[in-house]
């Protein structure tokens, strides 16, 4: 039962770690696009999602009218924040 157990959760480690950095790295990508959407382009966030096609398209995203920026996230996997800089554009904050 223990090697099983053991089987079990090396196999859901292997897993795990890189549908984990696939969702950090598609988090960014969806935050950074948003941003630019939102911010630069003037379009509805609603209408920004629009754009996100194949696993991005289903990043949850929210924005910060008063902070300008926008957040993607995978629940429970990643989030990932950008946030626009006038004459710099929408930069991601620090990955984690």
Known sequence: M???VGLVGFA????????RRYAVTGASYGARVACSCRFVGGR???DCHKDMEGAVAW??????????SVTASYPLLASQTATYREGWG???????
Do not use: F, N
């Open 44 to 46: 509805s966030l609603g």
């Open 12 to 19: 859901v480690w292997q897993i795990w770690s890189p549908a």
């Open 59 to 68: 990043v949850h995203l929210s924005e910060d009218a008063s902070a300008r």
């Open 90 to 96: 929408c930069q991601l904050q620090p990955w984690k």
């Open 2 to 4: 223990l090697v099983l």
